[in-house]
């Protein structure tokens, strides 16, 4: 014990030390500035000052963006751990760490809704769960989500966030790519739109399977979205890359996405996206 706290401790006037709750205040990753947490999720995760669109979960994702009352999907079953990876850790025990973690039990989840009053399914991925890399679960949970969207004949929205496929399934991880991409043909078939919304990071095979074969394309502001990473293709080009490469706004401005939307207006966007791609709109 220092000297200074035997003194506080002896003086009878001297104000007992409160504990201070330590989510009390946020770092924004933008601009380093200090935010009350409260302030800043009531803000939606997005810095007041410098508007960085902060990471967030798939429960708050579906809590800005579908009404009230809607119903999480039951993830499908898929077999864990099918090539008995094993790096530092096994790979069961990375998925018993990221679970315990995070409140869904893998990267993606579908859940069931309206956005105000539209009906759709929106599947979200969540980049805390081992960098929402894409495994079988994921691939699976995204497959059912267009099946109940067909079955629902209601438009299908994916949200994504994901550092790319899962190394410990190796070949079956990369095999989600063309899975996916033949599920959305199902979309197709039943008329039934198909909207992607690209949230900070979107890379790897996500980005170069059901990212990128959306009807319409949205973006939040700031958001890495990419394939390969930006010192790669530097060095694999030998040529300094542009300013904000792999950046929302420069891939709006060459025609990489549709429109790069902030967050606090994403839901009234995609209502009107729903209501103007809905089926009984185009049947009208």
Not at 81 to 101: E, T
């Amino acid at each position: 014990m220092s000297w200074l706290t035997r003194v506080r401790n002896a003086l009878p006037f001297a104000q007992e030390k409160r504990d201070t709750p330590d989510d009390l205040w946020t770092k924004c990753p933008g601009c380093g500035e200090m935010l009350f947490t409260r302030e800043y999720e009531a803000n939606l995760s997005v810095c007041p000052r410098c508007e960085h669109h902060g990471r967030i979960g798939a429960d708050a994702r579906f809590a800005q963006l579908l009404d009230a009352g809607f119903s999480l999907l039951t993830a499908p079953k898929v077999k864990e751990d099918p090539l008995k990876f094993k790096d530092s850790k096994a790979y069961p025990a990375r998925l018993k760490a990221a679970r315990a973690a995070n409140p869904h039990p893998d990267a993606y989840t579908n859940a069931l809704g309206t956005i105000d009053g539209h009906k759709a399914v929106v599947g979200v991925q969540e980049f805390a769960f081992m960098g929402g890399s894409m495994g079988m679960a994921v691939g699976s949970a995204f497959v059912s989500g267009v099946e109940r969207a067909v079955k629902e004949k209601c438009p299908y929205i994916a949200v994504t966030a994901a550092g790319g496929a899962r190394m410990q399934e190796g070949i079956l991880s990369l095999m989600q790519m063309p899975r996916t991409t033949a599920a959305l043909q199902m979309l197709k078939a039943a008329g039934l739109p198909y909207i992607v919304v690209l949230t900070d990071p979107t890379t790897g095979g996500v980005t170069a399977s059901y990212a990128m074969l959306g009807d319409v394309h949205i973006a939040e502001p700031g958001a890495l979205i990419g394939f390969a990473g930006q010192r790669v293709i530097q060095d694999t080009i030998r040529e300094k890359l542009p300013e904000g490469f792999q950046r929302a706004e420069y891939l709006h401005a060459h025609g990489m996405v549709d429109m790069v939307v902030p967050r606090g207006e994403l839901k009234a966007t995609l209502a009107r996206l729903l209501d103007y791609l809905s089926p009984a709109k185009q049947a009208a």
